[in-house]
């Protein structure tokens, strides 16, 4: 399954950034049927492990040089832990991670190295990710420090210059981190993530701890750096617009799972997964002509990853879960009337056209309950 | 229609049918640096049934505002200014025990992070009928019937086994339903929501919202909704209050306020976020700068050091005045209205899309 899955991925791409596909089709960053399960210890006197958060569960996907790949998801859904498996901040516990060839899942410390610089991280608080006690220029000249690189003209000019970059003042050097705001301690964190010129960057949630309108300015130097540098990314966040403004590719995860992956237009404007279609229905729209769309409004929260619902996880929130959902799982795979690329991995996928679609589904009962009330009354 | 029409200096009287209004509410906390006037020269009214949206960003003075319309602020800390009239009664010199008995009853709130809000150490059912209990005089049994029939009117699964669970039990939504079910407890008349969606997944905000939206339909409350997500107000609110700088910039109804704002901050956050339908090859519009300190706004108007049109307007008087916001529809910018419309469909309607 993952091996097709990879070959439809491929050529995916294609559409997407085309120029790259000349340069170099292999992809930069191949994924396959990763899992990292966290487990849970109890018991006594003697605590062992009793159980296992299925974070991520079998994960496949590809990152071509210089592309943005969105991933998307609701609160534990493994997108983070996703993200610290790539930079292997988390051992894996499964499945194999080949960046440029190299299969990275089980290197050691010594044949990482070399790989560090060229994957790089930037966090999503940015007021936990920077060390108050080092000044500026010392957490931006970290990296460069710990690789031995000594760039031309020294490191403190190539780190003011990298100030001037992310649109700091330069004469900041000195500064400590207590001493900026939060959109500004995000800078540094893209200046620190950028000094080595990596050729991945994996952000987790960049501008969600930040204002709206500093989140824009956070946004906008994300896409200067990553146009200006060719730096893939691997855009990780749970608000769609912005995964939207910033990917040209975009992965849906639910429990730990991949449901759908696909260009930003297909995956956004044609969705086949239901759970994406609900996700994209949910999002409260701040145009208030705007053609109105079906409401879906699922019932309950996401289950535990603890015990994932068995066959298709989101069968227990589906509208159109039947039994076979129950005793086979999906395969994530390309199905009729999808662009090629488009992989969704659903038993009774959406129709590749909005046409026929406008009906509200509503599931969650006390909606439901308190509609029809409503309704009869009036 | 909600009625918006004083001005932010006429602390007159209120007008007939408003059932809250706030009056050139002022509120400034002393700390160690310095006052912190975390609200200047607040008015607004809200009418039974409908809800009025507040977005601004984090420092903007929508929760103080809101934590002083129910008496939550530290007295001792606090200095608060003007006039808060719940159906003609005033709050600010009300006292503790007055307050007591409106908060829960008349007035209640949603807060945003329900784990907190919730106290660990009770069941959910006896946190949501103590209000009832307190302000009905009903007996421990009524009080859990009705939390029971509470908690399946917001959609809390088997109500009857649930209502003895305590919070840690129950998963983030339906912790933000357990609480509404408790604020609504005893019908009130005007209901606070402080960002009640903001730490939930999207599929359960929606629920949320549409669950709030119905809920107010049924029990007539008034809703005041305070957001920095403008989807969220475009969706619930009748009329919109954008704040910046503990000061209201703009305000009118969200048909007007969000298709034809008038305020560069306004645009600024229409700008700095991307919509599911907006144009992806044009980058963002964010607001240059960050928001400033409370402790020593600017002077003039406290958007001028990030306004990029303050060249627009004559003689500097974005940095010496003050601008006020005027009666009902609009917005506290020196810009003439002709200006504010031409600015507007040139430069920054088109990047909208």
């Known amino acids: ?378 | 229609m909600t009625t918006l029409t004083k001005t932010e200096d006429a602390p007159a009287p209120t007008g007939g049918d408003a059932f809250l209004s706030v009056r050139d509410l002022k509120v400034q906390f002393s700390t160690e640096d310095g006052i912190v006037k975390a609200v200047d020269g607040l008015s607004f009214d809200i009418e039974r049934g409908k809800t009025l949206g507040i977005v601004g960003e984090s420092g903007s003075g929508k929760s103080v505002t809101n934590l002083t319309v129910l008496g939550l602020h530290n007295r001792k800390s606090t200095h608060v200014e003007g006039e808060i009239l719940l159906e003609g009664k005033e709050l600010i010199t009300a006292t503790e025990p007055e307050l007591e008995k409106l908060r829960g009853n008349k007035m209640a709130m949603i807060f945003q992070d329900s784990l907190t809000a919730l106290s660990p150490y009770y069941t959910v059912g006896r946190q949501i009928s103590e209000p009832f209990r307190k302000h009905t005089g009903a007996s421990k049994k009524e009080a859990r019937d009705r939390a029971i029939q509470m908690l399946e009117k917001v959609g809390i699964p088997h109500p009857k086994q649930r209502v003895d669970d305590y919070p840690h039990q129950f998963s983030g939504g339906m912790r933000q339903r357990a609480m509404i079910a408790m604020s609504l407890v005893c019908n009130p008349d005007l209901l606070i929501a402080d960002e009640p969606t903001t730490a939930l997944d999207v599929t359960v905000q929606a629920q949320i919202l549409d669950l709030l939206k119905d809920l107010q339909q049924e029990f007539g409350s008034a809703i005041i909704m305070i957001t920095h997500d403008l989807g969220v107000v475009a969706n619930m609110a009748d009329d919109l209050l954008v704040m910046y700088a503990g000061r209201a910039v703009e305000r009118g109804s969200v048909r007007e306020v969000l298709k034809s704002p008038e305020h560069p901050y306004t645009w600024g956050l229409l700008g700095s976020m991307p919509r599911l339908n907006s144009d992806v090859d044009e980058p963002l519009l964010p607001i240059p700068g960050s928001p400033p300190s409370l402790l020593n706004p600017p002077s003039g108007c406290p958007f001028h050091p990030r306004c990029a049109f303050t060249d627009k307007v004559e003689g500097g008087k974005c940095k010496g005045d003050r601008p006020t916001l005027p009666v009902g529809r609009g917005s506290a910018c020196h810009l003439t209205a002709d200006q504010k419309q031409q600015v507007f469909i040139e430069t920054i309607q088109p990047r909208l899309g």
């Not at chain 1, 990879?6 to 899992?35: G, Y």
């Not at chain 1, 991670?97 to 410390?109: F, K, L, M």
């Not at chain 1, 010129?197 to 930040?210: G, H, Q, R, W």
């Not at chain 1, 297909?266 to 002509?289: E, F, G, K, Q």
């Open chain 1, 1 to 378: 399954m993952t091996m097709s899955e990879n070959n439809q991925t491929t050529t995916a791409v294609a559409e997407a950034i085309p120029q790259q596909r000349d340069a170099d089709s292999a992809p930069l960053l191949q994924v396959k049927d990763l899992k990292k399960h966290f487990p849970i210890k109890g018991g006594f006197p003697i605590r062992r492990t009793i159980g296992a958060v299925k974070a991520v569960d079998g994960v496949s996907f590809d990152v071509f040089r210089g592309e943005a790949l969105g991933l998307v998801g609701e609160s534990g859904c493994g997108k983070s832990t996703t993200g610290r498996l790539l930079t292997r901040l988390y051992e894996p516990t499964h499945g194999t991670i080949t960046y440029n060839g190299q299969d990275i899942s089980t290197a050691n410390r010594k044949q990482l190295a070399p790989i560090r610089s060229e994957i790089q991280m930037i966090f999503q608080d940015p007021y936990a990710s920077l060390n108050p006690r080092q000044t500026v220029g010392s957490i931006i000249a970290g990296p460069m420090e710990i690789n031995g690189i000594n760039p031309p003209g020294g490191r403190e000019a190539r780190v003011r210059e990298l100030l001037e970059i992310v649109g700091l003042n330069p004469e900041h050097y000195n500064r400590f981190p207590h001493e900026f705001s939060g959109g500004q301690r995000q800078r540094i964190g893209v200046a620190r993530a950028v000094a080595l010129e990596p050729k991945l960057i994996v952000a987790d949630e960049p501008v969600s701890a930040l204002d709206v309108s500093i989140q824009a300015q956070v946004v906008n130097l994300l896409q200067k750096v990553q146009r200006e540098m060719g730096i893939a990314f691997v855009f990780i966040a749970h608000d769609l617009a912005i995964v939207r403004h910033f990917s040209q590719r975009v992965a849906v995860m639910y429990l730990g799972k991949i449901v759908e992956i696909a260009d930003r237009d297909s995956l956004y404007n044609r969705p086949r997964h239901p759970y994406t279609h609900a996700l994209m229905s949910a999002v409260p729209n701040a145009d208030i002509d705007a053609v109105k769309k079906e409401r879906i409004r699922l019932e309950g929260d996401v289950p535990s990853p603890i015990s994932p619902p068995s066959g298709c996880r989101f069968r227990t929130r589906c509208w159109k879960a039947q039994d076979k959902c129950a005793t086979e799982e999906p395969p994530l795979v390309q199905i009729s009337g999808s662009r090629e690329g488009h992989l969704t991995a659903c038993h009774f996928p959406e129709e590749p056209t909005t046409a026929d679609r406008g009906e509200d589904i509503v599931l969650d009962p006390a909606l439901a309950a308190l509609e029809d009330e409503s309704g009869a009354n009036a």
